[in-house]
């Protein structure tokens, strides 16, 4: 309890009545006492010439006497109407509040139990108050004009003790319950019971549709329209008789003492002597304090000193909170914010050193500091190169992290990781980066403190800023080698990125984040100088060919693949992975890479029918093998024919012959040999595939001659009867009849061929009216264009086209009728008049009535 809040200032030492309620506006103040009357005086702060301190002074205006020797319960005033009303036994006057006559012949409202203003009215009129009035067993919602009251609504209710508007809502305090009603719907939300033995039911309005209640045990209670608390309540003492609200400060009066407390941690903070008190009011930013015959106010601290002694006592969040909410008073906007980022970076270094990470990241992102302020704290992170000095005055006393954390090595290494995640931070932001190398830097050094493999993440992102020999000798110092490597890298120095990598290779340094050869491969394709590549790679090769061939196949570098191969030549594996990267990635088409790969496949699946022929290593070479034989039209056929002979490779060897253009050798084999049918009808459709008609039946007439033949050596009754049969029906369309008939045997009958008739005939049949319809649309196309050049010449006559005549885009002459012409007379090439709509010259634009001869003119049009 160390904050001073407020200064306690004497405005009426003494008056001549019992003070039973008071009001203020402006410079104006009113009292009322236990005697219908109301006194009315004009309250002047000044300054005292020889002390600076702020004192008061009085002038009595006016007083009134109602004339009901009553109490007079409330005051309130309508400043924009220049009235005041007051309660007095049970009548509500509407006085005039500068004389304090009273408007109208008597009481604008009798019965009154309490009354209370809208403080967020839901009416447009300045010139209009919201009322809301408390009777015996309702409330009643008005309006308070100039000379008049008008009555808006009723709502039933018990008999309310205490009440307070705010919008639509109004929380009522009738007799040992709360509730709050909706003046609109007129729907009632209770809330909670007290007891009025004990309890006085102080109602009071805190922000937008909340209120603040006296709960049981002493509890001061936020309550929502809603009927729920969204803050913890406030622990306040016995007997208050009042209570005002001031941001952000919830305001108590007792008999003996004014206390303070806070309206972010709902903490008391400051206690005040004031004997005797019962009032206290918060009017429009003044805050009154009364007893029975004297008046005080209550002078709040300039925002800025209770800022600063929070700070002094470390209290952050009700600094920061304070000062957001006080804004720019008695100071320019600029000033205002300068101070209030100083205020968010000293907030940040007090929560870093009480390990509090995520509200210190938070505080210094929004105070933006300055990053070396944070990054000086740790001994040897900023690069020595650059000078800097902390700000003046100091933003935090400490020394350094070690200081901070008191010698803790635990807590060092914590703040340690939060540094490198704040800058990490900083980096992610996507916004121009202020001190990147002191950043970067900072963070390398970081990670290569605590070995970390994250350090290798951070350096691969590639977009790196920092004091390139300081960072090589820490990371050198801490055995981090694979980083530097990739820093070198990163920054472009590939020759000393090598040497360490192959230092590493050779186990002359150690790493355990070095993965190896590998790190060697990704950094040796990033060369774009041949001659690197051409000294590393025997190197690589001799240590993992198949890690060494990616030297190649992924190099920046452009490499001739004659001398790659020539450097494969000890390494086959690799050089078989190079020779799949030329053919599959590269797309070449040169025969001696392709004849060379088919002729490995080759030679593996024969090693392999030696070893094992039913392997499942033996299906998937002769797959790549056929794969290969089927996609590639550049190997040369006849090595390839040569080492499959003797060979058991039928597919394959049928496979060459079909490159050679002999389909009849390889469905022969096919056939003959194999007897797989329907490899055989494959065959000719992939032989086929784009062809036209002709070639079609050329291929699918030799399938069924063979079928129809018998084998070398065989009889008639050895020919393939049934493959000839299915051959015939299933591609009727492809087989012309005519050759078709004259293969078959004459002694076949016709119910074996019957459905392949059909079929043909139908194909025929629907082939032949197919060509009529061309025939037609072709004819009908024609005599359009006929008639469309007929209107041409009817319309526009005949078009001269001189031989200098030139298209208007190009300068060219016209060699053929086809041209645009325009209205306008302007010529052009169709393909330089993309747009026959607008004038390629003048840029006129012109309707289009209907489609031109292409032999003519392109379009006609009409303006």
């Keep these: 309890m160390t904050l001073k809040a407020f200064d306690l200032v004497s405005v009426l030492d003494r008056v001549d009545l019992k003070i039973e309620c008071f009001e203020a506006s402006g410079n104006d103040l009113y009292l009322g006492s236990d005697d219908s009357i109301v006194v009315h005086y004009v309250v002047e702060e000044r300054i005292h010439d020889a002390t600076s301190k702020i004192f008061y002074s009085t002038n009595k205006i006016s007083q009134k006497n109602l004339g009901t020797k009553k109490t007079v319960v409330q005051l309130k005033t309508a400043s924009a109407l220049g009235r005041l009303m007051v309660l007095s036994d049970g009548n509500l006057y509407i006085l005039d509040s500068d004389v304090l006559n009273t408007i109208g012949s008597g009481p604008k409202i009798k019965n009154v139990t309490v009354f209370c203003v809208n403080e967020n009215p839901n009416t447009l009129d300045p010139f209009t108050v919201q009322l809301c009035v408390g009777k015996r067993r309702c ?83 936020f309550v929502t329209a809603a009927g729920i608390s969204e803050r913890p309540p406030i622990q306040w003492m016995e007997g208050i008789s009042a209570v005002s609200y001031y941001y952000p400060y919830i305001i108590t009066i007792t008999n003996q003492f004014i206390r303070v407390y806070s309206l972010i941690d709902q903490q008391h903070k400051q206690t005040l002597n004031f004997s005797g008190g019962e009032l206290i009011g918060n009017f429009d930013g003044q805050l009154y304090v009364a007893a029975n015959s004297c008046v005080s106010c209550l002078m709040p601290q300039p925002w800025t000193v209770q800022v600063q002694t929070l700070m002094d006592n470390e209290r952050v969040e009700e600094a920061v909170e304070l000062a957001e909410h006080s804004g720019a008073v008695g100071m320019s906007q600029e000033q205002y914010q300068q101070l209030f980022h100083t205020l968010l970076q000293k907030a940040g270094f007090i929560k870093l050193s009480h390990g509090v990470y995520d509200q210190a990241q938070d505080y210094f992102l929004r105070g933006s500091v300055d990053v070396r302020e944070v990054i000086s704290l740790y001994p040897g992170l900023l690069p020595a190169t650059v000078e800097f000095m902390r700000a003046q005055p100091p933003l935090h006393h400490l020394a350094d992290i070690t200081q901070a954390m008191h010698g803790d090595q635990n807590k060092i290494e914590d703040a340690k990781r939060f540094l490198s995640g704040y800058l990490l931070h900083l980096r992610s932001l996507g916004e121009p980066i202020m001190c990147r190398l002191e950043i970067d830097t900072a963070i390398i050094k970081l990670y290569a403190e605590r070995k970390s493999s994250d350090l290798l993440l951070f350096l691969e992102s590639g977009d790196i800023v920092c004091n390139l020999p300081e960072c090589a000798q820490w990371l050198e110092t801490h055995q ?67 890690e060494g061939v990616r030297v190649f196949t992924d190099t920046k570098a452009t490499l001739n693949p004659s001398r790659v191969l020539q450097i494969l030549q000890r390494y086959p594996e690799a050089r078989l992975g190079f020779l799949h990267h030329l053919i599959y990635t590269k797309k070449l088409q040169d025969e001696k890479y392709h004849t060379e790969l088919v002729l490995h496949y080759v030679d593996e699946a024969v090693r392999l029918i030696n070893e094992e022929p039913s392997s499942s290593e033996l299906e998937e070479a002769r797959g790549k093998l056929q794969d290969l034989l089927t996609s590639s039209c550049h190997y040369q056929p006849q090595p390839v024919l040569a080492r499959m002979q003797g060979t058991s490779l039928h597919v394959e060897t049928a496979a060459v012959f079909g490159r050679l253009g002999e389909h009849e050798k390889a469905l022969s084999m096919l056939v003959h040999q194999l007897k797989d049918f329907s490899a055989a009808e494959q065959y000719c459709i992939a032989q086929t595939r784009g062809a036209n008609n002709t070639c079609k039946s050329s291929i699918f007439l030799k399938l069924l001659k063979i079928y129809l033949r018998p084998p070398p050596g065989g009889s008639e009754d050895d020919i393939e009867l049934a493959p000839a049969i299915e051959l015939l029906s ?73 031989s200098n005549r030139i298209c208007c885009v190009c300068n060219r002459g016209f060699t053929s009728c086809e041209f645009t012409i325009y209205p306008n007379g302007v010529m052009a090439h169709l393909t330089c008049a993309p747009n026959p709509s607008v004038c390629p010259l003048t840029g006129t634009v012109f309707q289009v009535t209907r489609d031109a001869s292409r032999s003519g003119t392109n379009k006609q049009y009409s303006r």
């Design 139 to 221: 409330i009643q919602i008005c309006s308070l004009h100039e000379d008049r009251v008008s009555f808006l609504k009723e709502l039933s209710t018990p008999e309310p003790v205490n009440i307070a508007m705010d919008g639509t809502f109004v929380c009522v305090a009738g007799q040992g319950h709360y509730c709050v009603f909706n003046v609109e719907t007129g729907l009632s939300q209770d809330l909670f019971p007290y007891d009025t033995a004990v309890t006085y039911p102080h109602v009071k309005r805190i922000a937008k549709e909340e209120f603040l209640l006296a709960g049981p045990g002493n509890l001061g209670m």
């Design 730 to 802: 299933v591609h009727a369309g492809d087989l012309e009849v005519s050759a078709v008939l004259a293969l078959l045997p004459p002694n076949w009958s016709l119910s074996i061929v019957h459905h392949y008739l059909r079929a043909a005939l139908r194909t025929s049949l629907h082939q032949s009216r197919i060509k009529r319809i061309q025939q037609t649309l072709v004819r009908s196309d024609n005599l359009q264009q006929k008639f469309i050049l007929y209107k041409l010449n009817k319309d526009m006559g005949p078009i001269p086209l001189a």
């Design 480 to 546: 981090q080698y694979s980083a530097l490597a990739k820093l070198y890298r990163v920054l472009g120095d590939l020759d000393k990125s090598l040497k360490v990598l192959t230092r590493l290779v050779r186990d002359e340094i150690k790493d355990e984040h070095f993965k190896g050869i590998q790190d060697l491969v990704d950094c040796l394709i990033c060369a774009a100088d041949p001659n690197v590549v051409w000294r590393y790679s025997d190197f690589v090769l001799d240590r993992n060919p198949m």
